[in-house]
C-alpha cells in the first residue's frame, strides 16, 4: 500500500529532502519532536520493521550509515542523538512505510515518557 512517504520519495508531494541514495531517503519530520527530527526510509515500501526480510538488508544497513553521514551533517554526532523505529500499534507507528527517526539537538530525556 502506498503512502505519503512513497508520495515524498517519488517528489510527488514535497518534502525537506537531507539525503537520498539508491536505497533510502531522509527528509525532516513534518512535526519536530526536538530541533533536529529527520526521517530516514527506504525507498522500497516495507510497511513495518516485522516485514523485513533477508532481501533488505542492504537497505536497512544503509538506514544506519545514513543516519550517522546525517547527524554529522546536522552538527549532533558528538552531542549524540537517538534513533527509533516504532512498529504497528502497540509501537506507535502512525505511517506504515518502515522509517527510521533520527532525533537530537538537546538532551532527550528517559526513553520512554508514559508509566508502564
Ligand atoms: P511513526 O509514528 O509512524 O513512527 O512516525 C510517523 C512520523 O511521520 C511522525 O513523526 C509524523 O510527524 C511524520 N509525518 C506524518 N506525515 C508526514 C508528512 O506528510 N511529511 C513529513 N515530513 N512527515 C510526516
Known sequence: ????FSKIIAG???????YRDDLVTAFRDIN???PTHILIVPNKEIPTADDV???DEAALGRMLLAA??????QGIAESGYRLIINCREHGG?????LHMHLLGGRR???????AQ
Do not use: C, N, W
Open 1 to 4: 500500500m502506498r503512502t505519503i
Open 12 to 18: 510527488e508531494i514535497p518534502g525537506d529532502i537531507v
Open 32 to 34: 519536530p519532536q526536538a
Open 53 to 55: 526480510e533477508a532481501a
Open 68 to 73: 550517522k553521514q546525517i547527524a554529522r551533517e
Open 93 to 97: 507507528q502512525e505511517v506504515y512505510h
Open 108 to 114: 532527550l530525556g528517559p526513553m520512554l515518557s508514559s
